[in-house]
C-alpha cells in the first residue's frame, strides 16, 4: 500500500521511452527561478521596494510588464525579488529532510530492533497530526520569522523521507546481496554505506524534489497568512494576501505570484516525479 | 478474524489514540509557555491590566501552580470540553467555536464531495485511458492542482467567477438557508477540493494501473469478464485500500485548507478564527482550535485503518 | 486432413520500440490434439500464447494470421478474447486469482443461466460445485474460501476450473506447473491431460521443460529466440532432435536416473531475438555453425511430419545423433568420504513467528557434511531445505539444537565473539537462488570482489600458505587475484570493470560463487542457485560445481527441490518434509532404492522420459 502512496506519478510521454516536452519545460523553470534567486534584483527593471505613489495600480503596459501594486511597486520586479526567498526556504527545507530523513531511515531500516521502533513511533506522531496546521500554529504563536518556519517544516518533512527511505532499506536489506555481504562477513555499516545507500540515492534526490514543491507551497501560505514575513516583503505568498484586496483593480498583483508559486511547485513536481521513475528504478535490473 | 482479535485490535489502537491526544494536548498547552513574552500579557492581550484583573487570571489557569499540575487542570476541563473563555471576544470558547462550526463544517464537507467525486473520476478515466492524452490530461491537472496553493486556486476563481464573469458571490458566507450557503461557498469549496481532487486521482489512478496489471486481471480477462466487471470488482475492489487512505488524506488536507480558504473569501469560519485569535494572541482559542482539529484528524485516521477490515478478507481471517 | 482448429500463419510480434519479439511462427492445432511449445526465457512462447488469447500487453503489436475453424481472428479489438471459444491457464497460481473475490465467485462469475443472466445464489452455487468437482475437488467449501487460503495446488486446480467455465474447445497452458511443488506438478498435469481427453479440446502447453512437453504433447514446437528451430512428433523429437538446440536442450536436461561423468552444456546464452533476425538464431552458440547459417533460416520438411531450421542437418544429423549418444554414459557417485567432518547439526529446530502465529520450520534436523564432501537437501516448499541453509552461516538463529563447525558452536552468531565470527565467515559461504538481486546493483563486480579478498586479511587466525589474505594487498595483487577468481568460475578478467546489470543471470552466478570463493571457504551453501536458470545455462553451472569441488576440495550443501540435478552434484542426500528428516544416505541409494514412502512419491512425479537409456 504504501508504494502505492509513494509512487510517482509522472505525465505519461507522447513517444513512451523519452521524457515528454513537461519535463524539458520543468527544468526550465527550475532553471529560471535559480537565475532569479541569484540575479532577480539586478535583472529586475525596477527596484523591488521603489514606491511611486503617482503611479499606483497601473495596468499591465510595456513600463511595467504585470502593472504595479497600490504602493506604485512594479509588480514584476517584485516577482524576481522574490525568487530569492521562494528558492532558499524550500532548499534548505528540503535537503535537511533529506539528510535527517536518511539518517534515521536507513537507520531505522537496517538496524531494526528498539532503534526502529523509536524512529518510527515518531514518524507515526508527526504523520498523526495536519503538517500545515501545526506550522500555522507554532509559527503563529511564537511570532517565528522566516528560518523559524524553515525549521519547524523541516521537522514536518523529515518524517516521510525517513519513511519512505526506511521502507526502501528494508526491501534491500532482504536481498540476497546484503545477504551474502553478510555472510562475507561485511561490516553492518559498511554495507549500509557502501552498498545499502548508493542504490537509495536516486530515490532520495527524486523525494527532495518532491519536498521543495510541498515546501514551497507550504511556506507561501504561512506567508500568505502573515506568518514568517514581515509585510510588505517581496515575498510570493505575501504579495499574494496583499493583492488580494485588489484583485478588482489590478488583478495581476495576486495573480502573477499565485502563478509563479503554481508554475514553480509545478516544476518541481513534474521534475521530481520524473527522476523518481527514471533513477528509482535503475536499481532493479531484472529483465 | 474473531471478534476477540478485532476487540484486541480496537483495543490497541483506541490506546494507542488516547495517548496520542495526550501528547498533542500536552504540546498545544506548552505554546502558551513559549510564545515570546510575559504569560500574563499572553492572556490579557492588549488591554488594561488591573491588578484585580491579572489576579484572576493566575487564578484561573493556575498560574501559582507547577507546570504539570497547571496542564493537568486545563485537561481536567478540556476533556469536558471547557476550554476556559476567549479573551478578545470575553465569550465562552467552546460557545464561539460552535458559533463557527456551521460555516466550516459545510465548506468542508462541500469540498471533500468535490474532491473524491472528480478525483476518482478524473483518475479512473485516466487509467482506464492510459497514455492517451485523457491520461496525460488528468495527471497534468493533477500535478498543476497539488502545486497549486489552496488560496491561489481560490484566488484565481474568485476573480475569473467572481469578478470577471460575476456567477458567484465574492464575499462572505450568505443567510443560513442552503441554498443562499451552497451558492456562496461554491467557489470556495471547489478551490478547497482541487488539492484533494489531485491527490485523489494520483492515487486512485496509480492504484488502479498497478491493478490493471496484475496476473488476476490478464486470467479474468482470458475467461471473457467484461470490462465493467473488470473495473469494479478487480480494479476498484483491490485498490480500495490506497483509496480510502487517499480519502482520509483528503480530509486532513481540506481541514488545513479550509483556514486558507476562509481567508481567501472572508468567510467567518473556525479557520477565519484560528488565524485572527493567533494575531491577537488569543490563546484558549488557538488552544481548542487545534486539539479540536487533532481529534478529527486522529479520528478520522482511526476509521481509516478500520476500514482496511472491512475491505480485505486477508486482515479478518489471517 | 480436415480444417485444423487453430491454424497460425507469419505470426511476428513486435514490441513498442519496434524490436521483435517472435517472428514468423507457424501453428496447428487439430481437435482433440495437444501441442508443446518449447523454449528457454527469451524464447517468446509466452507472448506467442498471450497473442492467440488477444491478451498482449501494451504496446505490443501483433501480424500474421490467426485462423479458427478457418476464421480469421486478427487483429481482434484490444482488451478482448481473441475468441470466446478460446481459455487459458496461467503459470502463477498465487497470482491468478483476485484476493478479494471467493475461489467459487472465479468459476461463476462468467456463468451465464438460458436467459443470458448471471448465475447467482444457488443455481452458481450448484455450478460451482459441479465443476470443482471435475478438477478433483470434492470438498465444496472451497468455493467459499478465499485464494489466500488456500495451497498452490489448490489454486492452481480452481483456476483450471474457472478457465473450464466457458467451456473452451482449446485451452492454452502457461507454464502452467512451474510455480508449484513437484508432486503437485505431476498431479495438476496428469489433471490438465484428463479434462483435454474427456472434454476433447485442443490443447496448447507452453514449457520450458522438455520432459513435460513429451509426456504430455502430441507434437512439438521448439521455439529458440523468437524463432521456431524444429516441429514434430514429441516420440521423434525425443528419439532424434533435428536440430542441434534440442539436442543440446535434451542433453543440458540431467537425467534423474544417473550421474554423468560431464553434463553437455551449450556455451553462452540465449540471445536476444531482435538481434538474431536473419539468420540462424542458434548459430553463435552452436557447434558446427558454418557460413550459410548466417542467412535466413526457414522451417523445412525433411520427413513425414517433421521439419527443421538447420541448414546442415544433412551433413551433420549422424554427428548430432552421435554427440546424443557420447553423454549417455553414467558414472557412479564418489564414495562417501566422512573422514574428517566439518559440519555437524544436532537436532536443529527452529520457529517463527508472525502475526502471533508459530511456524515449525525445523522440527529437529541431523546432518552432518565432510571435508570436501557435497551433500544434497532436497524437498518441496515448506520443508524447511532453505532455513536449514540460513542456519549454518548465521543467517537465522536456531531454536534449538546444535550446529558445531570444525570445533565452533555456531548456534547463535550473534553471541560469537567477533573473532570467531571471521574465522567462521571465512570457512563457510553462501551462494543464492535469484541471480537478478544476488549482487550489489550499485557496484563493479571487480569492487565487490575486493571488498571479499581484503576481509581475507582482516580475519585472524587464517593460516593459509598462499600468501593472498595478507593485510592491504597492493592495488596491482588485487587486480591479479579478482582476475584469478573470474578465470576460476570461467569468466574473463574484464568483467571486473563491469555492473551486475551487464552480465546475464548465468553470468551472475558465477559472480556470486566468485565472491564466496574469495573467503576460501571450506563449505559453500548453494540455495537453489540454479533453479532460475534456463536449463543450458543451468547445465554450464552445475559443471563449474563440480569441477570447482575437484580442483579447491570445497564442500557443498546443495539445497534444491531438483532431484536430477542433485543426483548430478551430490555424494550424500538429506530428503526434507515439514521440517523433519524423512530419509538420508548416498544420493545414489537415496535415489534408486529409496526407503520412505514419500521419496518414492517424489522420485515417481518427475516427469519422465519414456525412454530411459540411450543405446550405445
Known amino acids: 500500500m504504501t508504494e502505492i502512496l509513494d509512487a510517482p506519478t509522472t505525465v505519461p510521454s507522447r513517444r513512451p521511452g523519452r521524457p515528454s516536452i513537461l519535463v524539458g519545460l520543468s527544468f526550465l523553470v527550475i532553471a529560471l527561478v535559480v537565475v532569479c534567486a541569484i540575479a532577480g534584483p539586478a535583472l529586475a527593471p525596477y527596484s523591488a521596494s521603489a514606491q511611486d505613489l503617482t503611479d499606483t495600480l497601473a495596468e499591465p503596459s510595456a513600463a511595467h510588464l504585470l502593472g504595479t501594486d497600490d504602493l506604485g511597486r512594479d509588480v514584476f520586479s517584485r516577482i524576481l525579488a522574490g525568487a530569492a526567498s521562494a528558492l532558499t526556504g524550500p532548499l534548505v527545507i528540503a535537503l535537511g529532510a533529506m539528510l535527517i530523513g536518511s539518517l534515521l531511515g536507513l537507520t531505522a531500516g537496517y538496524r531494526g530492533g528498539f532503534t526502529e521502533t523509536a524512529i518510527m513511533r515518531w514518524v507515526d506522531l508527526m504523520y498523526a497530526v495536519p503538517q500545515l496546521l501545526i506550522a500555522i500554529v507554532v509559527v503563529g504563536v511564537l511570532s517565528g520569522t522566516y528560518w523559524e518556519a524553515v525549521l519547524v517544516l523541516i521537522v514536518l518533512t523529515a518524517p516521510g523521507d525517513t519513511r519512505i527511505l526506511r521502507g526502501a532499506a528494508i526491501e534491500q536489506r532482504g536481498l540476497p546481496y546484503v545477504e551474502a555481504l553478510r555472510v562475507l562477513g561485511v561490516p553492518g555499516p559498511r554495507i549500509l554505506i557502501r552498498h545499502v545507500w548508493p542504490t537509495l540515492v536516486p530515490l532520495s534526490v527524486a523525494q527532495t524534489f518532491l519536498n521543495f514543491a510541498t515546501s514551497l507551497v507550504t511556506l507561501a501560505s504561512l506567508s500568505f497568512l502573515g506568518l514568517g514575513v514581515a509585510p510588505g516583503a517581496a515575498d510570493w505568498g505575501r504579495m499574494l494576501a496583499e493583492g488580494r484586496d485588489l484583485v478588482d483593480v489590478n488583478p495581476w498583483t495576486a495573480i502573477a505570484p499565485g502563478l509563479a508559486i503554481a508554475l514553480t511547485a509545478a516544476g518541481f513536481n513534474i521534475a521530481g516525479d520524473w527522476l523518481h521513475e527514471r533513477l528509482a528504478g535503475r536499481g532493479k535490473d531484472r529483465t | ?318 | 486432413m480436415s480444417t485444423p482448429l487453430l491454424e497460425v500463419r507469419d505470426l511476428t510480434l513486435r514490441s513498442g520500440q519496434g524490436r521483435v519479439i517472435v517472428s514468423g511462427v507457424d501453428l496447428t492445432v487439430g481437435a482433440g490434439e495437444t501441442i508443446g511449445i518449447v523454449g528457454e526465457s527469451g524464447s517468446g512462447k509466452s507472448m506467442t500464447a498471450r497473442a492467440l488469447m488477444g491478451l498482449l500487453p501494451r504496446g505490443v503489436e501483433v501480424s500474421g494470421s490467426v485462423t479458427y475453424q478457418g476464421r480469421e481472428l486478427l487483429p481482434g479489438r484490444r482488451g478482448r478474447r481473441l475468441h470466446d471459444d478460446f481459455a487459458m491457464v496461467f503459470q502463477d497460481p498465487f497470482t491468478m486469482l483476485n484476493p478479494l473475490m471467493r475461489a467459487g465467485r472465479h468459476i461463476s462469475e462468467t456463468l451465464r443461466d438460458p436467459r443470458g443472466r448471471r448465475l447467482r445464489g444457488a443455481a452458481a452455487r450448484k455450478q460451482e460445485r459441479v465443476r470443482l468437482a471435475e478438477v478433483g475437488i470434492h470438498d465444496p467449501s472451497v468455493a467459499d474460501r478465499y485464494p489466500f487460503e488456500l495451497s498452490g495446488g489448490m489454486r492452481q486446480r480452481v483456476g483450471i476450473a474457472a478457465t473450464l467455465s466457458c467451456d473452451p474447445t482449446l485451452l492454452l497452458a502457461d507454464e502452467p506447473t512451474t510455480a508449484l511443488d513437484v508432486t503437485t506438478q505431476a498431479e495438476i498435469l496428469a489433471l490438465l491431460k484428463k479434462i483435454q481427453r474427456e472434454r476433447d479440446m485442443g490443447m496448447v502447453l507452453i514449457t520450458h521443460d522438455l520432459g513435460v512437453a513429451f509426456g504430455m504433447c502430441d507434437r512439438i514446437y521448439v521455439l529458440y529466440a523468437g524463432q521456431l528451430v524444429e516441429v514434430g512428433p514429441s516420440a521423434g523429437i525425443e528419439r532424434r532432435p533435428l536440430h542441434p538446440y534440442t539436442q543440446g536442450l535434451l542433453d543440458s536436461e540431467p537425467p534423474a536416473d544417473r550421474r554423468l561423468a560431464t553434463l553437455t552444456s551449450m556455451p553462452g546464452s540465449v540471445p536476444r531475438a531482435s538481434d538474431v533476425l536473419g539468420t540462424c538464431p542458434f548459430a553463435d552458440r552452436c557447434a558446427w555453425v558454418a557460413d550459410e547459417c548466417r542467412r535466413p533460416t526457414p522451417l523445412r520438411r525433411t520427413e513425414e511430419g517433421r521439419s527443421t531450421a538447420c541448414v546442415r542437418i544433412g551433413e551433420i544429423g549422424g554427428e548430432l545423433a552421435r554427440a546424443g549418444r557420447r553423454q549417455g554414459a553414467a558414472v557412479p557417485a564418489p564414495a562417501e568420504r566422512r573422514d574428517d567432518l566439518l559440519v555437524e547439526v544436532r537436532d536443529l529446530r527452529k520457529d517463527f513467528t508472525r502475526a502471533g502465529r508459530t511456524v515449525h520450520a525445523l522440527r529437529g534436523v541431523t546432518l552432518e557434511v565432510g571435508k570436501g564432501e557435497s551433500v544434497g537437501i532436497v524437498g518441496e516448499s515448506g520443508s524447511g531445505k532453505t532455513t536449514l541453509g540460513r542456519c549454518l552461516v548465521g543467517l537465522e538463529t536456531p531454536t534449538g539444537g546444535t550446529v558445531r563447525i570444525g570445533d565452533v558452536d555456531a548456534g547463535d552468531y550473534a553471541r560469537l565473539p567477533g573473532r570467531v565470527v571471521a574465522a567462521l565467515r571465512s570457512r563457510v559461504q553462501m551462494a543464492f537462488q535469484d541471480p537478478y538481486s544476488t549482487l550489489s546493483p550499485a557496484r563493479s563486480i571487480g569492487a565487490v570482489l575486493k571488498e571479499a579478498i581484503r576481509l581475507n586479511g582482516s580475519a585472524p587466525g587464517q593460516a593459509d600458505g598462499s600468501g593472498r589474505g595478507r593485510p592491504g594487498g597492493s592495488g596491482r595483487r588485487l587486480d591479479g587475484e579478482v582476475a584469478e577468481l573470474l578465470a576460476l568460475v570461467g569468466l574473463p578478467a574484464e568483467y571486473a570493470g563491469r555492473k551486475p546489470a551487464a552480465l546475464s543471470g548465468g553470468e551472475r552466478q558465477r559472480v556470486a560463487l566468485a565472491r564466496a570463493l574469495a573467503r576460501k571457504p571450506d563449505l559453500i551453501v548453494c540455495d537453489e542457485i540454479v533453479s532460475a536458470l534456463d536449463v543450458s545455462v543451468q547445465a554450464q553451472i552445475l559443471t563449474l560445481l563440480t569441477r570447482l569441488q575437484r580442483e579447491l576440495g570445497v564442500a557443498y550443501v546443495f539445497i534444491t527441490h531438483d532431484l536430477a540435478v542433485v543426483r548430478q552434484v551430490t555424494d550424500r542426500l538429506y530428503v526434507l518434509r515439514h521440517g523433519q528428516l524423512v530419509e538420508s544416505g548416498a544420493t545414489e541409494k537415496v535415489l534408486d532404492e529409496p526407503e520412505a514412502a514419500y521419496t518414492r512419491t517424489l522420485i515417481s512425479s518427475i516427469p519422465a522420459r519414456t525412454e530411459k537409456e540411450t543405446q550405445p
Not at chain 2, 48 to 69: C, G, N, T, W
Not at chain 2, 163 to 183: A, K, Y
Not at chain 2, 278 to 284: A, F, G, H, L, R
Request: proline share 3%; aromatic share 8%; glycine share 10%.
Open chain 2, 1 to 318: 478474524m474473531t471478534l476477540r482479535a478485532l476487540a484486541a485490535f480496537l483495543g490497541r489502537r483506541l490506546l494507542g489514540l488516547v495517548l496520542l491526544l495526550l501528547i498533542i494536548s500536552f504540546l498545544v498547552f506548552s505554546l502558551i509557555y513559549l510564545a515570546p513574552g510575559n504569560l500574563v500579557d499572553a492572556l490579557l492581550g492588549t488591554g488594561e491590566k488591573s491588578p484585580q484583573l491579572v489576579a484572576a487570571i493566575e487564578a484561573r489557569y493556575h498560574l501559582d501552580q507547577p507546570f504539570m499540575v497547571q496542564y493537568l487542570l486545563w485537561l481536567k476541563d478540556a476533556v469536558q470540553l471547557d476550554f476556559g473563555t476567549s479573551i478578545k471576544l470575553n465569550e465562552s470558547v467552546t460557545a464561539v467555536l460552535a458559533d463557527r462550526m456551521s460555516v466550516t463544517l459545510f465548506l468542508g464537507v462541500f469540498g471533500f464531495l468535490v474532491a473524491v467525486v472528480c478525483g476518482l473520476a478524473l483518475g479512473i478515466a485516466a487509467a482506464l485511458r492510459r497514455g492517451t492524452s485523457v491520461d496525460r490530461g488528468a495527471v497534468g491537472l493533477a500535478v498543476l492542482g497539488v502545486s497549486t496553493p489552496t488560496f491561489a486556486t481560490g484566488l484565481i476563481l474568485l476573480w475569473v467567477f467572481g469578478i470577471l464573469l460575476g456567477w458567484f458571490p465574492v464575499i462572505g458566507d450568505g443567510d443560513p438557508t442552503f441554498s443562499d450557503r451552497l451558492w456562496h461557498l461554491t467557489l470556495p469549496a471547489i478551490a478547497l477540493g482541487v488539492t484533494g481532487t489531485a491527490l485523489m486521482a494520483k492515487m486512485t489512478r496509480a492504484a488502479l494501473i498497478a491493478g490493471y496489471e496484475q496476473d488476476y486481471v490478464g486470467f479474468a480477462r482470458s475467461r471473457g469478464v467484461g470490462g465493467l466487471r473488470i473495473l469494479l470488482v478487480y480494479g476498484l475492489r483491490n485498490s480500495l485500500v490506497p483509496i480510502v487512505t487517499a480519502a482520509g488524506m483528503v480530509i486532513t488536507a481540506t481541514l488545513t485548507g479550509s483556514v486558507l480558504i476562509e481567508q481567501t473569501f472572508s468567510l467567518k469560519g473556525v479557520g477565519e478564527l484560528l488565524i485572527s485569535s493567533i494575531n491577537n494572541k488569543d490563546i484558549p482559542v488557538v488552544q481548542a482550535t487545534t486539539i479540536l482539529v487533532a481529534v478529527l484528524v486522529v479520528v478520522v485516521n482511526l476509521l481509516v485503518d478500520l476500514s482496511y477490515f472491512a475491505i480485505d478478507p486477508r486482515t479478518r481471517r489471517a
